[in-house]
């Protein structure tokens, strides 16, 4: 992975357990990290500190990706510093976990905002600024197996990741004529996020979750991350509007 040598890359949902195991693979790369969620820069420093042995190769935004000029901002920052941006990581979400009989129409319009404007957001002004700057760069999105397998506790999670799989398609193809790879990867269970908290409260159900899976092993974030870096790199050169699906055969089952 020499050739991310001085990339610059853009991450949202960044202190997140995926964001982060992304941030530090791209940094052990020694690539130009610049991360960015909600959290505010005062009270991201307990996790940035797990990035610590890499001062100086990256820095925090506090940002809010459903906010379309505060994203522009952010963009426009990160390219003003650094001169361009090469690879984008658009992995901010949020979920519920309620079914539709239980889920308001605000938690509904929430995650709507962020899982799918969001996500369009950061990784059209990035698409942007590649083309302005004539960077043949990279986007990916981090999907999930739920955009194509029902969840019944998870509807408005579900239908957007796969709102999302149509961005990255369509996108995918309006800038493959300026050298933009546009990907999408869909992790099954990883140990990860709320997933991870609660496994770590119920033991039992992460042996139960466990057990579902064909391949019998659960992800951990550095899994995902190093993945992501591969659909990025040059050796998938040729790889555009794809979904790379990981998730231990679970989609290969029948409901």
Known sequence: ??????????????????????????????????????????????????????????????????????????INEVEAKY??????????????IKDF???????WSTEMRVNVDGAFYFANFAAKSMVEKQVKGSI???????????????????????AVRMINQTMALEYAPNGIRVNEIAPGYVNAGLSKTVWSELPEQKSISQSKV?????????????????????QCQHVTGSTFLMDGGLSLLRP
Not at 12 to 36: E, F
Not at 101 to 106: A, G, V, Y
């Open 140 to 162: 990916l999105f981090l999907g999930s197996w739920a955009a194509h397998a029902v969840h019944q506790n998870l509807p408005a999670y579900s239908v957007s990741k796969a």
């Open 83 to 96: 001169g361009k941006i090469d690879h984008c990581i658009s992995n901010a979400a949020r979920v519920t």
């Open 214 to 234: 064909p391949l019998g092993k659960i992800m951990e974030a550095d899994e995902v991350a190093a993945q992501v870096l591969w659909l990025n790199s040059s």
């Open 1 to 74: 992975m020499q050739e991310l040598k001085d990339k610059v890359v853009v991450i949202s949902g960044a202190l997140g357990d995926i964001g982060l195991a992304i941030a530090t693979a791209y940094l052990k790369a020694h690539a130009i990290v610049v991360l960015s969620d909600v959290v505010p820069a005062d009270k991201a420093e307990e996790k940035l500190i797990l990035l610590k042995n890499y001062t100086g190769n990256f820095e925090y935004k506090s940002l809010n990706v459903s906010d379309d000029k505060a994203v522009l901002v952010f």
């Open 101 to 107: 009989k239980t889920l308001s129409p605000e938690e």
